[in-house]
């Protein structure tokens, strides 16, 4: 049996900005559409991480809906993250490119096989469990991992 590829299914561009509401309103400008929050996102938060630790961390996100994929914008609020350091350092921007997956922690096994690290996580009791691998070496540019339970 061929294992599907964890890159198999293109979700959503993450784009970091200072402030959600404003660049919602700009997007809206540009004729993107209304946009609404990441609906998947429902139920309690089990267990995250930042950096390899448990972390307490909170961000809020928006989602546009431009065709095969999705446009977040996610706006960093609380607590250390790879998404707020991107802000920190880089200023607003492209920061990730997600994939659903179908079994986020065999997809986080065999990057952590090949030496990549879990930059953050986070677990939910039902919705999104999300992981975001730290393959900014070559491009800059991270993958989360997602796996959305129906």
Do not use: C
């Not at 095969?68 to 914008?73: A, G, H, Q, T, V």
């Not at 090949?114 to 919705?127: L, Q, T």
């Amino acid at each position: 049996m061929v294992k599907k590829s964890p890159f198999a299914n293109l979700h959503h561009v993450g784009i970091i900005v200072r402030d959600k509401e404003k660049a919602a309103e700009y997007y809206k400008s540009l004729g993107i559409g209304a946009g609404k929050p990441f609906a998947a996102l429902a139920g309690s938060i089990i267990k995250q991480t930042s950096y390899g630790k448990p972390a307490d961390f909170e961000f809020t996100n928006w989602l546009f809906d431009v065709g095969p994929i999705n446009l977040e914008l996610v706006e960093p609020v609380r607590g250390k993250t790879v998404n707020s350091d991107f802000l920190a350092e880089h200023g607003e921007g492209i920061n990730h490119l997600a994939f659903v997956v179908d079994d986020l922690e065999s997809v986080v096994a065999d990057f952590t096989q090949k030496g990549f690290k879990v930059v953050m996580s986070r677990k939910r009791d039902h919705g999104v469990s999300a992981a975001y691998i730290d393959t900014r070496k070559v491009g800059g540019v991270i993958f989360e991992f997602i796996e959305i339970k129906q």
